[in-house]
């Protein structure tokens, strides 16, 4: 099974490789992120084992995403902006990122079935 994982440099992401790289019914990981909020430093140990594979993506770019999502039977979706204060400053990337982004991916997985 090929898993795509968006959001993998945060907290939870990185976790969430983590374990999956870990068991053995999953072939290849696709961690996705565009390191905003995101460490790249968060998937050290993961980038090591040969299953996974970081692309610096946002998922706001849905032909980048597409290109991405087609070649895997499963998403993980953990890809948001999530500080609050910037999302006062700047409340139009969080709605582009956390609605239009989410959207995409929601599309892209039922297109893909």
Same mark, same amino acid.
């Given at each position: 099974?090929?898993v ?6 945060g907290?939870?992401? &990185? ?5 999956l790289?870990?068991?053995?019914k999953i /072939?290849?990981?696709?961690?996705? $992120?565009?390191?905003? $909020?995101? /460490?790249l ?6 980038l090591? !084992?040969k +299953?996974? /594979? ?9 032909? +980048?995403? !597409? +290109?991405?999502?087609?070649?895997h $039977? ?7 902006? &999530?500080?609050?204060v910037? !999302?006062?400053?700047?409340?139009? $990337? ?14 892209l997985m039922?297109?893909?079935k």
């Amino acid at each position: 099974m090929k898993v795509i994982v968006t959001g993998a440099a945060g907290f939870i992401g &990185s976790h969430v490789c983590e374990r999956l790289a870990k068991e053995k019914k999953i /072939k290849q990981i696709t961690a996705v $992120d565009h390191l905003k $909020d995101g /460490k790249l430093v968060n998937l050290n140990y993961v980038l090591e !084992s040969k +299953k996974v /594979k970081f692309i610096k993506c946002d998922i706001r770019n849905r032909k +980048k995403i !597409s +290109k991405i999502i087609t070649k895997h $039977d499963a998403v993980i979706h953990l890809a948001a902006l &999530s500080d609050i204060v910037p !999302s006062i400053e700047n409340p139009r $990337d969080y709605l582009e990122t956390n609605i239009n982004g989410t959207l995409n991916i929601l599309e892209l997985m039922r297109k893909k079935k």
